[in-house]
T-cell receptor, first 113, second 109 residues
């Protein structure tokens, strides 16, 4: 595809449920990032993958959040026991390498009721 | 950790006028990137500044990186309705971007 894609575009879930958010980066981009954006704020870094490995997961808020990228391409962000405070837009970005410009996907709007 | 502050938070501009938005970091940066996010959209990369004192222009947009590599500015001349959106600066040390809260620009025709 031409750009970064994310599915679903919207996800509504109930407090306590488990959700998975998917990111398909630009082909050939080895670096992949997840961010969370709340209303009126800039994107907040969650995790950075270089290839298959999570090189930096220091932005994950707690152990309910986990992300994988098993084959170095598609990534899944997993949130267990969702809380209302998890409601936000989750953005994925990819880049050709570290420190390059990042290309953002359209995001997944997560709403926890 | 690294913090990036942006001012002003909101900028209401008359079409045709100029304005500037400012970005300040608590720490020295290796580079700074600017992104634009249209209402309902996602951040789109505009430019990256790497060198101390660097100035880059894109048509009506002028980006500057401070001498100490701790601050940056974006100046837009002759604002048009297509300039509407939120402009974010993002400080970078290697791969990690720390975004400011953005300057949201509205334009009066």
């Amino acid at each position: 595809g031409a750009g970064v894609s994310q599915t679903p575009s919207n996800k509504v879930t109930e407090k306590g449920k488990y959700v998975e958010l998917r990111c398909d980066p630009i082909s050939g981009h080895t670096a992949l990032y997840w961010y969370r954006q709340s209303l009126g704020q800039g994107p907040e870094f969650l995790i950075y993958f270089q290839g298959t490995g999570a090189a930096d997961d220091s932005g994950l808020p707690n152990d309910r959040f986990f992300a994988v990228r098993p084959e170095g391409s598609v990534s899944t962000l997993k949130i267990q026991r969702t809380e209302r405070g998890d409601s936000a837009v989750y953005l994925c970005a990819s880049s050709l390498g570290r420190a390059n410009e990042q290309f953002f996907g359209p995001g997944t709007r997560l709403t926890v009721l | 950790g690294q913090q990036v502050m942006q001012i002003p938070q909101y900028q209401h501009v008359q079409e045709g006028e100029d304005f500037t938005t400012y970005c300040n970091s608590s720490t020295t940066l290796s580079n700074i990137q600017w992104y634009k996010q249209r209402p309902g959209g996602h951040p789109v990369f505009l430019i990256q500044l790497v060198k101390s004192g660097e100035v880059k222009k894109q048509k009506r947009l002028t980006f500057q990186f401070g001498e100490a590599k701790k601050n940056s500015s974006l100046h837009i001349t002759a604002t048009q309705t297509t300039d509407v959106g939120t402009y974010f600066c993002a400080g970078s040390n290697d791969y990690k971007l720390s975004f400011g809260a953005g300057t949201t620009v509205t334009v009066r025709a």
